[in-house]
């Protein structure tokens, strides 16, 4: 599939790393996409025998790091036209004006068609004579069974797998069911937005609030109590919650993550212990007990505080 000219345009203008030539650099967006879809990907190539590297690829070249209209307008990461199709559809210009492209459910089924496109096709079929790890095998052989008209399909993708090293994920064995199930439920639920996209830090998973959210609506979308959610945050269940509030989704830990071992906290202006406790992903009591602070001490900015 060749990249439509429209999100063409806006890839070129926010990343400045896929112009013909060009030296490609690394960028925060397609890191964000990388994290939030890469267990999708291994589940796919456990599944169907197509790197993890390849898919993300594909899907961060195709989608623009899946902020192109196809994916906007119809979940549909990977460029994949109608042909046989008997779904929903959508129509952009690409090879040719007004062309028909497949619409999804969410990403996760768009991440499902490209893997069964691949597998039951039979231009392809030599693809999967090569090994998991070649992923410079599939990129060129992607191109020469006709999967982009672009001449320099195979060399992007390429350039993308080593720049964000992600052929590490082709010897994976394993990977996070939690992520792989909610993190490409991202269709639209209304005309204010999508799902809320999922991370993970500190052994926890974690989104983040928008406008007008409440722990009763986020807990319908995650499937999780809302009561649980507030809990686990450390809230009242009817706490209105603000734009940018982090969201954990299982309960914290009593400490950051081993990386802030002898990295104190500085306290900034605006912050509290509850604040900086949701910022490490632990819990606010082991905040208190880890830096001998009673429960109403005042926080001063330029405290240095113990997190792990």
């Keep these: 599939m060749n990249r439509i000219k429209t999100y063409f345009l806006a890839f070129l203008l926010s990343t400045c790393a896929l112009s013909s030539g060009a030296q490609m650099r690394w960028n925060q967006t397609y890191q964000t996409y990388i994290n939030q879809y890469k267990d999708l990907a291994i589940e796919q190539m456990l599944r169907?025998?197509?790197?993890?590297?390849?898919?993300?690829?594909?899907?961060l070249f195709e989608s623009a790091a899946g902020r192109s209209d196809l994916v906007r307008q119809g979940n549909n990461h990977f460029g994949i036209k109608c042909h046989d199709?008997?779904?929903?559809?959508q129509y952009h210009d690409d090879d040719a004006r007004g062309e028909c492209f497949r619409v999804y459910r969410d990403a996760r089924d768009s991440y499902e068609d490209h893997s069964k496109f691949l597998a039951r096709q039979p231009r392809y079929s030599r693809l999967f004579q090569l090994?998991?790890?070649?992923?410079?095998?599939?990129?060129?052989?992607?191109?020469?069974?006709g999967y982009a008209t672009n001449p320099q399909y195979a060399n992007k993708l390429i350039q993308i797998i080593e720049l964000y090293k992600l052929f590490d994920y082709d010897k994976a064995k394993r990977y996070d069911r939690f992520m792989a199930s909610h993190s490409g439920t991202d269709q639209p639920i209304n005309g204010q937005g999508l799902l809320h996209p999922i991370y993970l830090f500190n052994d926890n998973y974690y989104l983040y609030a928008r406008e007008g959210d409440t722990f009763k609506a986020l807990g319908k979308e995650v499937g999780i109590s809302w009561r649980k959610l507030a809990r686990y945050n450390e809230r009242d269940k009817h706490?209105?919650?603000?734009?940018?509030?982090?969201?954990?989704?299982?309960?914290?830990?009593?400490?950051?993550p081993k990386q802030?071992?002898?990295?104190?906290?500085?306290?900034?202006?605006?912050?509290?212990m509850y604040t900086i406790s949701q910022k490490y992903g632990m819990r606010m009591k082991y905040l208190y007990k880890k830096n001998h602070l009673p429960a109403d001490y005042k926080l001063r900015i330029g405290d240095r505080l113990r997190v792990r």
Aim: glycine share 10%; hydrophobic share 30%.
């Design 48 to 59: 169907y025998r197509i790197p993890a590297s390849i898919t993300l690829a594909q899907g």
């Design 239 to 256: 706490d209105v919650l603000k734009k940018g509030d982090i969201i954990y989704l299982k309960k914290k830990r009593k400490k950051a």
């Design 85 to 89: 199709w008997i779904g929903p559809t």
């Design 260 to 272: 802030y071992k002898r990295r104190p906290h500085v306290v900034q202006p605006g912050e509290s």
């Design 131 to 145: 090994s998991q790890t070649d992923y410079k095998g599939w990129a060129r052989g992607l191109k020469a069974c």
